[in-house]
């Protein structure tokens, strides 16, 4: 079943702060971010596997609550580059196999 | 070439045609996927190839035939498509037991007429 991310989409000017927000209605082994820029593949920016676990990607960063099966991602001091669509990945076993969700759109502008 | 390649990145055929698309991984990796991008819609898991076995196939429609000849290589075969089926089609590649990090490919714009 394919989580759901929230919001859909979403304007920030350079140096602002946002969250993106992903759900489960089943419990999670990983959850994995990637970002995709317009006409470009999906790259991979990081997987959390411990509940509790943070991580972080240049001044991107993420949480996994296993209990309430989340994952919110947390784009601090927004740049440029950080436009594109933002997709979380889950895996609901140790089976390699990834549920996307919808995608968030985040546009930065100067 | 480095990473995951596809070809052809464009490919428009009509709904009696049999075309193949190809996906190429340059890292060594031992397990390989099809995923399919609709507009306004969720990346959906089509195939997974572990060690070259098919492990997976999301009820996907029988016109669609993954075929992974090695670890390197995979393809998908196209036969009497929908216009439905219009879509950018991604090959992934992950090393199952070490890094479960999936490296996309440029991805196959597909245009079923």
């Known amino acids: 079943q394919q989580p759901v991310q929230s919001p859909q989409a979403v304007i920030l000017r350079e140096g602002e702060d946002a969250v993106i927000n992903c759900s489960s209605s089943?419990?999670?082994?990983?959850v994995h971010w990637y970002r995709q820029k317009h006409g470009e593949a999906p790259v991979f920016l990081m997987i959390l596997l411990k509940g509790g676990e943070q991580m972080r990607h240049e001044k991107i960063s993420a949480s996994f609550n296993e209990k309430k099966q989340q994952s919110s991602l947390y784009l601090t001091a927004s740049q440029l580059s950080y436009s594109g669509t933002y997709f979380c990945g889950t895996e609901r076993a140790n089976d390699y196999k990834l549920s996307f969700g919808a995608g968030t759109t985040v546009t930065v502008r100067a | 070439e480095t990473g995951v390649t596809q070809t052809p990145r464009h490919l428009v055929m009509g709904m009696t045609n049999k075309k193949s698309l190809k996906c190429e991984q340059h890292?060594?990796?031992?397990?390989m996927y099809w995923y399919k991008q609709s507009a306004k819609k969720p990346l959906e898991l089509m195939f997974v190839y572990n060690f070259k076995e098919q492990t997976e196939n999301n009820s996907v429609p029988s016109r669609f035939s993954p075929e992974c000849p090695n670890s390197s290589h995979l393809f998908l075969h196209l036969h009497t498509l929908q216009p439905e089926d219009s879509a950018l089609y991604l090959c992934?590649?992950?090393?199952?037991?070490?890094?479960?990090?999936?490296?996309f490919g440029p991805g196959t714009r597909l245009t079923v007429t």
């Open positions: 089943k419990a999670l082994y990983s």
């Open positions: 890292l060594g990796h031992n397990a």
């Open positions: 992934a590649s992950s090393q199952v037991g070490t890094s479960y990090e999936q490296y």
